[in-house]
C-alpha cells in the first residue's frame, strides 16, 4: 500500500554529517594480502565521511616504503588455511616452499584484486590520500631500517613516536591489522 | 513503499528517501533532492550525476566513488567538494538511484 507523504522532509535520508567520528587504523604486516584489509576499510570509512589517520609500523612500513610499496608479495608458506581461489581444494604446505610459489600465489592474488577493479598499493594509498586520510610512519621501525622522510612516498605526512600515535588516536577507534 | 512529494509531483522512495523508480526521476527532482540535503547544484554536479545514471543503466547497480572517478574522470577530491563527508551515498541520492553496494 502505498503511503503518500506530503512533507519530503519526512523521508530525507540521514547522512548523518553532524557526527564526528575518527577511526585510526594500525597496519603492521608487510604481506600484499595483509596490507588490502587496513586500506579497504579505511576507503570505506572516508566514504562514510569518517575521520581517518592510517599508522604504519614494523613490517607495514614497507607499505609506505618507496622501494617496497610495489614489490609486496603473498606467500602460501604458514597460511594453513590456503585453498585454491574459488575452490575448497586445499593446497599442501609441502608444496608452498617449492620455487616460485610465492611469486605465483602474489601474481594470482593480483589478479584477482585487479579483476575487482581494487587499485594496487600504491595507487590505493594515493587515493586514500585525496580523500582525506593521514599516513604516519612509526618512529621506532623507521629508526629499526634505517630510513628517513625521504624514503617514503610523499603522502606520508610525518615519521611520528608511539606518544604522538597515542595522542592523535585518542578520540579514534583503532583496528590493528 | 511510501511516496514523497518532489518538485511538485509524487515519487516512489524507499524507507530513507532513496527513489526507487529509475523513469520518475528529472533534473528538477535532482535539484530538490539535492537541495534536501544542502547541496545547490551547479555545472560542476551534472557531469558527475550523469555519469552515475548512465552508469547504474549500464550495470543495473549503483557506481562507487572510486569507480565513478576512473570512469568519469571527475577527481575524488572534486566528488567529496561537491558531495560533502559522503559523496557515494549523496551522488546516488541526488541521481535517484540506489546506494551503491560495492566495497572500493
Not at chain 1, 575521520?51 to 609506505?64: A, E, R, Y
Not at chain 1, 606467500?75 to 608444496?95: D, E, R, V, W
Not at chain 1, 598499493?121 to 618512529?139: K, N, S
Request: charge should be negative.
Amino acid at each position: 500500500m502505498t503511503t503518500t507523504v506530503q512533507d519530503a522532509s519526512a523521508v530525507v535520508p540521514d547522512f548523518g554529517d553532524e557526527v564526528v567520528r575518527k577511526m585510526c587504523f594500525v597496519c603492521s604486516k608487510g604481506n600484499l594480502d595483509m596490507a588490502y584489509p587496513a586500506l579497504i576499510m579505511a576507503n570505506g570509512a572516508l566514504t562514510e565521511g569518517v575521520d581517518v589517520d592510517i599508522f604504519f609500523t614494523f613490517w607495514g612500513l614497507d607499505m609506505i616504503n618507496k622501494e617496497t610499496v610495489d614489490k609486496l608479495q603473498f606467500t602460501i608458506l604458514g597460511n594453513t588455511a590456503m585453498h585454491m581461489p574459488g575452490s575448497s581444494k586445499h593446497i599442501p604446505q609441502g608444496l608452498a616452499g617449492l620455487p616460485g610459489m610465492t611469486g605465483f600465489a602474489t601474481h594470482m592474488l593480483k589478479k584477482q584484486i585487479h579483476d575487482l577493479d581494487v587499485p594496487d598499493i600504491r595507487e590505493f594509498l594515493t587515493l586514500l590520500h585525496d580523500m582525506g586520510a593521514r599516513l604516519w610512519a612509526c618512529r621506532m621501525s623507521a629508526d629499526m631500517a634505517g630510513l628517513e622522510k625521504a624514503d617514503l612516498i610523499d603522502e606520508v605526512e610525518d615519521i611520528i613516536n608511539v606518544s604522538e600515535f597515542i595522542e592523535l588516536s585518542g578520540d579514534s577507534q583503532v583496528i590493528f591489522v | 513503499m511510501p511516496a514523497a512529494t518532489i518538485a511538485g509531483r509524487e515519487v516512489q522512495v524507499d524507507a530513507e528517501g532513496f527513489m526507487t523508480d529509475y523513469d520518475e526521476w528529472d533534473e528538477d527532482v535532482a535539484r530538490q533532492l539535492a537541495a534536501n540535503i544542502g547541496i545547490e547544484l551547479t555545472d560542476a554536479h551534472w557531469p558527475v550525476i550523469r555519469f552515475v545514471r548512465e552508469d547504474f543503466k549500464v550495470q543495473g547497480e549503483s557506481p562507487t566513488l572510486r569507480r565513478v572517478t576512473m570512469q568519469s574522470g571527475v577527481p575524488t577530491k572534486q566528488l567529496f567538494a561537491l558531495f560533502p563527508k559522503k559523496p557515494a551515498k549523496k551522488m546516488s541520492y541526488v541521481a535517484g538511484v540506489p546506494k551503491p553496494a560495492g566495497c572500493v
